[in-house]
């Protein structure tokens, strides 16, 4: 489903969260990444990093934020994508 919004909506930067039913932000993230490679993917997670970060980024993502951040620093994050 994720790869069809993407496809129909053309975004220039994807927010998605690491946990997801079905399949996971990290599997979903090599999907998406592998058919829009100039598509910035920044990976989310409420979680401890845990690796997420590394691990999603080694699967096509730009960047990595813990959704406790604040509000400014997800908009410096999207805005440096």
Do not use: N
């Amino acid at each position: 489903m994720a790869i069809q919004v993407v496809q129909t909506y053309k975004p220039d930067i994807l927010l998605i969260d690491i946990k997801m039913p079905r399949i996971d932000g990290i599997e979903t993230t090599r999907a998406i990444s592998a058919r829009f490679p100039s598509l910035k993917i920044i990976g989310m997670s409420a979680y401890e990093d845990c690796g997420f970060g590394e691990q999603i980024k080694q699967h096509g993502a730009w960047g990595y934020i813990d959704k406790a951040c604040v509000l400014k620093d997800l908009l410096s994050t999207i805005r440096e994508a």
